[in-house]
């Protein structure tokens, strides 16, 4: 398993992976580094990361794989359907993976979600409009709606 971070505009964000697929992604409260190879996938997510920061990227091209359950693989595709600058309810999700009552179930998968930009749960709002249960912290999904021009919260 390889490791990596980097600083960015959002903080400081690490990356695990192998050589051709990514695990999980996720942002250190504190300024930490893992100190390890760059590998060409982790360069490549890097750049997307950036140019998706500085609002020049609206969809990501990078290869992952899911350790996830079924149910939150579905929660985690069809969050991936949502288009930059839009957003969806948890229960405008759950009605798609065809469980209108699983909103908060759909809320726990996200919370799990591996790599959160990159499948884009802080598109995911509350059904009155509410920030709500982002494990990287609601400030920072209200940072990344603002980059989208969403205003919420």
Excluded: W
Excluded at 31 to 48: A, N
Excluded at 134 to 148: F, I, S
């Amino acid at each position: 398993m390889y490791k990596y971070s980097f600083q960015s505009d959002f903080g400081i964000i690490y990356l695990t992976g192998e050589k051709d697929y990514l695990y999980t992604l996720g942002f250190f409260p504190l300024v930490c580094f893992y100190e390890t190879k760059k590998t060409p996938l982790f360069k490549e997510i890097e750049g997307q990361i950036k140019s998706y920061l500085k609002g020049n990227l609206k969809k990501f091209d990078i290869p992952y794989k899911l350790n996830s359950s079924p149910f939150q693989k579905a929660v985690l595709f069809e969050t991936m359907k949502i288009e930059y600058g839009k957003t969806l309810t948890y229960i405008e999700i759950a009605r798609k993976i065809g469980n209108k009552n699983a909103s908060r179930a759909v809320g726990g998968a996200l919370n799990k979600n591996p790599i959160p930009i990159i499948i884009p749960c802080h598109r995911v709002i509350s059904k009155n409009g509410e920030l709500r249960g982002y494990k990287e912290g609601v400030e920072l999904k209200q940072k990344l709606l603002n980059l989208e021009n969403i205003n919420k919260g």
